[in-house]
């Protein structure tokens, strides 16, 4: 019996979740109510409300619906042979970008949440699980090459490549070229770059620069 009712809350979870999702991309996330969704779900408004107390509650068990079902895909990128860490990253934010391409309006509409006050930022407090089992794939990313990164930068690497992954993600969801092609130029012009200065930073004719770029990191990282 247990186990049934069990069965039965996930399944209604899963519809309102579902439900909710197709409302947004049909009609935009500010315009859908808790009301409609529950409406369309055939659920009741208090049941509705019992498994998200709100749209923002929806949307956050989007990002980790989506973030368990990218996780296989990503450890299969991950265990690819690229030939170097610019392929790696490619072939990483490529796969999320595919992923994410059938919610792009989703996104767009949420994209203006970037308040780190705000639930639905991807800096928020809310989201800060998500945000750090993203970063995790960077520092796999690098850590495939068994390079060794100067020892106060190295840290710092993993977020740095995630905040670069959102600059693209920002413009792709914006992007109107077909098939969103200067999104993926973008990615393949700018990717050398981000790949050779991380490389360089282990040179000792860096280490000044790469002094000021870690007392930056740590004035947006560390503690007030």
């Keep these: 019996m247990t186990t049934t009712k069990t069965q039965k809350s996930e399944e209604t979870r899963a519809l309102i979740l579902s439900t909710a999702l197709a409302l947004f991309r049909e009609q935009g996330f500010d ?35 989506s973030q368990a ?13 690229h030939k170097n860490l610019q392929a790696r990253l490619h072939a990483l934010i490529t796969a999320k970008l595919d992923y994410f391409r059938p919610n792009r309006s ?10 780190p006050g705000h639930s639905l930022s991807p800096f928020s407090e809310d989201s800060r699980q998500i945000r ?3 970063i995790l794939s960077f520092q796999q990313a690098l850590d495939a090459d068994k390079i060794k ?4 930068l190295a840290p710092h690497l993993p977020a740095v490549l995630w905040i670069y992954q959102m600059g693209i993600i920002l ?54």
Excluded: C
């Design 31 to 65: 315009k859908t109510t808790m009301r409609e969704i529950a409406a369309e779900a055939g659920v009741a408004l208090g049941a509705t409300y019992y498994y998200f107390a709100s749209k923002d509650a929806l949307v956050l068990a989007f990002y980790a619906q």
């Design 69 to 81: 079902d990218l996780e296989p895909r990503l450890n299969e990128v991950l265990a690819q042979k």
């Design 106 to 115: 989703l996104l767009s509409a949420l994209a203006a949440h970037t308040n």
């Design 132 to 134: 750090e089992r993203d």
């Design 149 to 152: 990164y100067p020892t106060d």
């Design 171 to 224: 413009y792709w969801v914006y992007d109107q070229s077909p098939a969103q092609r200067r999104t993926h130029k973008l990615l393949e012009k700018s990717l050398p770059l981000v790949t050779r200065l991380i490389q360089l930073s282990s040179l000792p004719l860096m280490r000044p620069l790469r002094k000021l770029a870690v007392e930056l990191l740590e004035t947006i990282y560390g503690p007030e």
